[in-house]
């Protein structure tokens, strides 16, 4: 689970913005891989930058006699429509509770220990209280395509929605999202040192996320 969040600007320019994505403007386009590629029918409607942190635990291992490792414990970012953040946040991007029981774990998220919830990664408009839940459906890892060319980097993935949520704004700029992209990455890997059971690294990283949905 996040140490902390990650709390974006609101306000009207970005209700905006929201409401020009979602009528149909054209979002930047990305170059992408044929490996990450939504199933034909999803639309891209959002292209958004990250920065933050890719946070990690050093926990022993199962083992007793092997060394300590680090292990994921999710994503602290903020998305922007602008590679300079000067238009208001986005997205938060954290690891988060999916709404609803979770019947089984699902590739890239954590499950509790009650085993009755489980946490993926998410996004959560600060404007109008919209959501999406994603699981990994695909990735490549980050310095083998144009798409994902920074070697050594976290790897660009496919993100396929578990879950989302309207929030009080309906529609909501994430409440129809299908798929989600991580293209472009830069950082955020583990750090390559050993460490001593307990240490936490927030390793600063970036990223382009690409958000996908099906026409209404």
């Known amino acids: ?12 320019t970005g ?10 403007a054209a ?3 990305v170059p ?10 999803n639309h891209l409607f959002l292209s958004a930058q990250a920065r933050g942190t890719q946070d990690y635990v050093c926990l022993p291992a199962a083992d007793r006699s092997a060394p300590a490792a680090w292990r994921l414990l999710g994503p602290q970012a903020v998305l922007s429509a602008s590679t300079a953040g000067a238009l208001p946040d986005l997205a938060e991007h954290v ?8 019947p089984l774990p699902s590739p890239g998220c954590i499950e509790a220990a009650s ?4 946490y993926c990664p998410s996004w959560r408009s600060p404007t109008d209280g919209s959501a999406v839940w994603g699981e ?11 798409a994902c060319p920074d070697k050594g980097s976290i790897p660009c993935l496919l993100l396929k929605a578990v879950a989302t949520s309207s929030g009080p704004r309906r529609p909501g700029l994430f409440s129809r999202t299908t798929f989600i992209q991580r293209l472009r990455t830069s950082g955020g890997s583990a750090p390559d040192a050993a460490c001593t059971a307990g240490q936490v690294a927030l390793v600063p990283y970036q ?5 996908y949905a099906r026409r209404p």
């Open 32 to 41: 992408t891989s044929n490996a990450l590629a939504p199933p034909p029918g």
């Open 115 to 118: 085993g009755s919830r489980q």
């Open 207 to 211: 990223a382009t996320y690409l958000f």
């Open 1 to 12: 689970m996040p140490l902390k969040r990650c709390v974006g600007a609101s306000g009207s």
């Open 27 to 29: 979002p930047a386009q």
């Open 136 to 146: 990994k459906s695909a990735g490549i890892a980050a310095g083998s395509d144009p």
């Open 95 to 102: 690891l988060a509770a999916v709404p609803g029981a979770a």
């Open 15 to 24: 209700i905006g913005i929201a409401v020009l994505l979602l009528a149909g």
